[in-house]
């Protein structure tokens, strides 16, 4: 398994994870699409084109998933039992068509299951940069995380 196990796991640590994905006009559409997010700031380039923006941004919650999944090889691929929960979802700059996002996470806590001697609660940082290294989402989510076996 290429996933951490808890004890692998210290408050402060900070993981850059080597893959970066370029997002696509086409992932933008099919999610928001798949979704039923008919939000024109993701599918109508003539209304984006009118905004602040300029034109189209991809959407945040396939942003949100994206960075979660680059994650995955690193730090949880076969040790983590559960996503316990979701929150200080922030995107402080937008993401466009071509774009690729980078992701580095740092554990900002951990402790031991209270019912669960063998798993602990981790609660991880995500940090999601553009190219050009501006942050483009900044997510908060807890763990559950296998201990190794003794």
Partial sequence: MS??????????????HTTGRTLTEMDNVLFSSLTMNTQPLHLDEHFASQTQFGQRIVNGIFTMGVVIGITV?????GTIVANLGYENVVHPHPLFHGDTIYVETEVIAKRESKSRPNQGIVTLKHIGRNQHGDVCIEVTRSVLFLKREA
Avoid: C, N
């Fill in 3 to 16: 996933g951490k196990y808890f004890e692998e796991l210290e408050v402060g640590q900070i993981i850059k």
């Fill in 73 to 77: 090889p690193e730090l949880t691929a």
